[in-house]
């Protein structure tokens, strides 16, 4: 009876009752067997026919107007509609076949030649309401459904009611037939009622004591499931302090569901390569007395092993009754003679590929219900989106280390130019980086010149003409190569250098990496000899000379 409600079980055993009613008297009536032969007519071909005709009525005039109903009003989505009706004319076809193989008297066979035509224009209507669901047309829907859908099923629903009519009225006439044999058993039928009916209160007070245990188990699942619902937000609250590492994570979550949960043992096994081992437990650690911590998954215990075969599978594994279970032999003598009657694993996964498995054992047979299985899955997901978290939270830590390592090192190499160097945006040429050998030139603090545009500083820097030309060149060709410019110091003094540059990707953005050589004392001695007479140049690659 498991799986039936409380009221359907009493009517069951009424049911029964009724049947060993029926038996005792046939056996007590054997002198009436024409009388029961005919009672049973009664019931076969002509009770059983009422109440399928009545189903068949309630299918085509109650539940198919119901199903179009519910999708003209959006109260039910087309597949749903067009499945219940679909349900309902197969149970309909079956219902009236097996109601034409029961005995039909004469009239039963002219309302029928008169339904069967009926029926099939009933179908047909449903087909072509079933056209318009996939065309998609509501206002042709509805108005089928209000006029053209009940033409067509009103027929068929009064030669159903002729027929229902008629079954009670030829029941009738062969009971009124029976009556005089019924009036001779009476007694005796009277008398094994009475003894059914102590028979009845003693089942009846059997499916109570039943219904209680029943009860009292479901009351038990219901708190274990509630005992989990702790579980998973203790969990949830774990992940949220962003656990420090796996192995820290694991050990917690074993913890919760042992504690939490009401688990008698907790294990995540984890999946390392070619092999399986144990990365911690929690709970009654003698369940697992001489069953390995590592293991290879092509190995003997590997291949049976319900969590290498969670690992390989992807999905979980349950046993409610281990003991009975083929599938967890191995542990027989081991585990579940130590009392895990109820055995379940859970995949774990990292990066959408399952490297372990959560490992749950229970002292309670059937512990492991469909609801808290349910649970248990979606723990399970949230500690592998953990997982996944650790992961991303690893990679950001080692790409921000290898970030601030490049932009050491650029700025050591930055700073060790023996030449000015200047790091600014091309956009509006604002500073990002200066080395020592630029402030000394300008006569400005690194801090003082951080942050501003090269325009601001118009006391300093390079000639207008010389900077406009600089960034058209830069801007065309993308980097500049010793062009001669004019410079001035802070303290006034103009000087000539040779002036480079380069466009780089800098934090998202396009820069300029500028570099110069200060040659005015060059320039200086090349403009003396010039003056002196001297036309031979102190240089092989002599510089061009100033504008």
Aim: proline share 3%; with cysteine; charged share 20%.
């Amino acid at each position: 009876m498991a799986g039936l409600s409380f009221k359907a079980r009493l009517a069951l055993v009424m049911a029964l009752l009724l049947g060993l009613m029926a038996l005792l008297g046939l056996v007590a009536l054997l002198q009436l067997r024409g009388v029961s032969q005919a009672l049973e007519s009664v019931y076969a071909n002509r009770l059983v026919p009422v109440q399928q005709l009545r189903k068949i009525s309630h299918a085509m005039l109650a539940e198919v107007p119901a199903s179009a109903n519910g999708l003209v009003e959006g109260r039910l989505a087309p597949t749903q509609a067009g499945l219940q009706i679909k349900s309902a004319q197969s149970q309909v076809e079956q219902l009236w076949a097996a109601y034409k193989s029961t005995l039909l008297v004469e009239e039963e066979l002219h309302l029928i030649a008169r339904a069967e035509p009926q029926l099939r224009y009933a179908n047909e209507a449903l087909r072509q309401f079933e056209r318009l669901v996939g065309a998609g047309d509501t206002a042709a829907l509805r108005a089928f459904a209000a006029l053209n859908l009940r033409l067509a099923l009103e027929p068929l629903g009064q030669t159903l009611s002729e027929l229902i009519d008629l079954q009670l009225t030829v029941a009738r006439r062969e009971a009124d037939a029976s009556q005089a044999g019924f009036e001779r058993a009476r007694w005796n039928l009277l008398a094994l009622m009475t003894g059914s009916g102590g028979l009845a209160a003693a089942l009846a007070v059997w499916v109570w004591s039943q219904h209680r245990r029943e009860q009292q188990s479901a009351a038990a699942a219901e708190q274990r499931v509630q005992q989990f619902y702790i579980a998973l937000s203790q969990c949830n609250q774990l992940i949220v302090r962003d656990p420090a590492s796996d192995q820290q994570l694991y050990q917690d979550l074993c913890r919760i569901c042992v504690d939490t949960g009401h688990a008698a043992l907790a294990a995540v096994i984890v999946s390392g390569g070619e092999e399986a081992y144990r990365a911690c437990l929690h709970g009654q650690a003698e369940l697992l007395t001489g069953v390995p911590e590592r293991w290879l998954l092509d190995s003997p215990y590997g291949q049976t092993s319900i969590t290498s075969q969670v690992i390989r599978s992807g999905s979980h594994l349950i046993s409610n009754e281990a003991g009975l279970d083929p599938r967890m032999a191995h542990w027989h003598d081991s585990v579940v003679a130590r009392g895990g009657r109820a055995i379940a694993a859970f995949p774990l996964r990292r990066g959408g590929i399952t490297v372990g498995a959560l490992l749950l054992f229970a002292a309670e047979p059937g512990f492991f219900d469909a609801a808290l299985v349910r649970l248990l899955d979606e723990m399970a997901g949230d500690v592998s989106f953990a997982l996944d978290n650790l992961d991303r939270e690893q990679a950001r830590r080692e790409a921000l280390l290898a970030a601030r390592q490049e932009r050491d090192l650029f700025q050591r190499l930055f700073n060790a130019y023996s030449v000015t160097a200047a790091l600014t945006t091309l956009a509006d040429t604002t500073i990002l980086e200066v080395n020592e050998v630029l402030c000394r030139r300008y006569g400005y603090s690194r801090a003082q010149m951080l942050g501003r545009r090269m325009s601001e500083l118009t006391d300093v820097g390079l000639e207008p003409a010389d900077r406009q030309r600089y960034y058209e060149l830069l801007k065309r060709d993308g980097r500049v190569e010793n062009l001669e410019v004019r410079v001035r110091g802070r303290d006034g003094q103009r000087l000539h250098a040779l002036l480079s540059g380069e466009l780089i990707d800098y934090q998202g953005q396009t820069c300029v990496l500028s570099t110069s050589v200060d040659i005015t004392e060059l320039r200086q001695a090349q403009q003396a000899a010039a003056r002196a007479g001297d036309n031979q140049r102190p240089m092989s690659d002599p510089l061009p000379s100033d504008a």
